[in-house]
């Protein structure tokens, strides 16, 4: 089943962040909690996830919000997509991805974004298999502040 987020499933999703980094080689990057995911998806509401449950078990979600493109406008940011590894191949991260697309659609926005580690092959040949343009011409960007 996937379904919005609801208060309660900030643990699981915080737990899933940390494998997610684990699973890019930057476990200690991880510096966001539980309580924070909280108050960011249920109080600020400044992103937004979806889940998938198995079994009353979460095992993949989808965080997203809305961002702006001078040259487009309102545009829909894929923070992170994930899905346990055990349940990859089952379609589960399919529908996930698709109904973060169709929310973007139901949103009129003009352009869905999402970055991609670029070893990351199954990553890239799911995005492909969805026909996304994949840009190598962009370089992130970033600054971290404490």
């Known amino acids: 089943m ?3 987020a609801k208060i309660g499933d900030e643990n699981a999703i915080h737990g899933l962040i940390c494998e997610l980094a684990e699973y890019e080689k930057a476990p200690n990057d991880v510096i966001n909690t539980p309580e924070a995911i909280r ?3 249920f109080n600020e509401k400044i992103c937004e996830a979806l889940v998938v449950e198995v079994e009353s078990q979460i095992i993949g979600f989808a965080l997203y919000y809305t961002s702006y493109s001078t040259w487009k406008g309102k545009c829909l940011y894929l923070e992170d997509f994930y899905l ?3 349940f990859r191949g089952s379609g589960f991260g399919s529908k996930l991805f698709d109904k973060v697309v169709e929310i973007a659609k139901e949103r009129k926005v003009k352009r869905m974004d999402w970055q991609v580690l670029d070893w990351n092959t199954p ?3 799911f995005y492909k ?3 996304a ?3 190598e011409e962009w370089i992130n960007g970033r600054f971290f502040f404490e």
């Open 133 to 135: 343009i994949l840009d």
């Open 84 to 86: 346990k590894p055990e």
């Open 39 to 41: 108050e960011h998806l």
């Open 2 to 4: 996937i379904r919005a």
């Open 129 to 131: 298999r969805k026909n």
């Open 123 to 125: 990553a890239i040949d």
